[in-house]
């Protein structure tokens, strides 16, 4: 006691650094001006950690998995949720997505087909594209989370997906995955036998995307290539043939490009909402490359695409309603969209990919529709427009398919 005494009234700066440690460690002991002045004895330490340096307090525990309570997935049995949630069948904004290029490049190439297509035909190619849509968006859904297996759990959005927690096998994810290329390609089965050599090609994008980012900085560059293919479908589709008719062929490859730009520029918005997971894990993105200057790079993503919409609309020939509706919506809402949406804030990034899907995609459809509508009605007179790339175009018979 005598020595703690002294250790206590001794030079001012030990005084201070055992005041100092007692504040950091715990509960504080007696400095010299208590010690002369109490009698008690030195408090025990404590036999509980402090609060700070707890290892349960600066560590949360991760949210369990809860099976859905409402929407489409709580209505399914038990055994099927894993694989509906493999699928995103409740998240359906990437199968809009991929339809879209689908539906633009039937209505661009319905005024080409000879005679112009009617609106039965094209109802029923949106709807067989619309389906094919679904299944094989489902399909790349389910090779992405195997290729991710060991990623996924890593990354806070995507650790509960059921392959990643382990309610589906990887097994039975093969499996699952090779019944929905079957029933994809029975939907291919049902167009011309010339979409065959069209679509079945688009297999290798679709594998090779989990790989790229892995590889690559650059993997929203590998999505939109994958992701654009239907914008050639349509021509095929409605017996147009790329191979003969050059008017197509330079639209159907301006459509694909602008896809392709619209795809890297709504992904990287989708990007920066897992960015510091990503780099945490080691996954690549245009997010975390350009992350200083992303609102830059979608700016000329959207005049990239643009331009080649607009591109597109010339080599056809297409009249006013096309370059108003399609370049003129799609440069209002991208514009809107690049200016408005918060990169920082993942709910604000999740908004923007959502709707955006809606504002861009709808304004360019609409734009299609219309302009295959003024020509089906003949608004244009008869000053020939799209007319002349007609000329060329082959029809492809149920004898020759």
Known sequence: MDRLRRIAVGPAPLGKLLLRRSRRYGPPILTSPQLRSSATAIPSPPTTPHPRHSPRSTIPSP????????????????????????????????TYYLFFPCLFSTLLAAPLAGPIAPPTTVLATS??????????????????????????????????RPVARGAITPRAAVVFTGFQLLTGLGVLLQFPTSCLYYGIPSLVPVACYPLAKRVTYYPQVVLGLTFSWGAIMGFP??????????????????LYASNVAWTV???????????????????????????????????????????????????????????????????????????????????DCWWWFRYGCWFTGGGVAAGLLGEYLAQL?????????????????????????
């Not at 589709?237 to 301006?254: E, F, I, K, M, W």
């Not at 009249?319 to 919506?329: L, N, Q, R, V």
């Open 127 to 160: 709807l067989l594209f619309l389906s094919g849509a679904l299944i094989m968006r489902g399909a790349g859904c389910a090779i992405n989370d195997l290729w991710d297996r060991d990623l996924d759990p890593h990354v806070s959005r995507t650790r509960l």
């Open 237 to 254: 589709a409605l017996g147009v043939d790329l191979l003969s008719n050059t008017p197509a062929l330079l639209a159907a490859g301006c």
């Open 265 to 347: 520029l709504y992904d990287m918005i989708y990007a920066h909402m897992d960015i510091r997971d990503d780099a945490a894990a080691g996954i690549k993105s245009m997010a975390l490359r350009h992350e200083a200057s992303t609102k830059a790079v979608l700016t000329g993503l959207a005049a990239v695409q643009v331009s080649l919409l607009a591109a597109a609309g010339l080599a056809v020939g297409a009249g006013p309603i096309y370059f108003a509706g399609t370049c003129g919506s799609a440069a209002a809402t991208l514009g809107m969209m690049i200016w408005k949406v918060n990169l920082t804030s993942v709910t």
């Open 63 to 94: 949210i369990p998995y809860q099976p859905p309570s409402s929407g489409l997935l709580s209505h399914l049995p038990a055994r099927w949720i894993p694989y509906a949630e493999l699928v995103r069948l409740d998240k359906p904004t990437g």
């Open 377 to 401: 009605r003949g608004l244009y007179g008869d000053d020939g427009r799209g007319r002349g790339k007609r000329e060329h175009a082959e029809v492809i018979t149920p004898a020759a398919s």
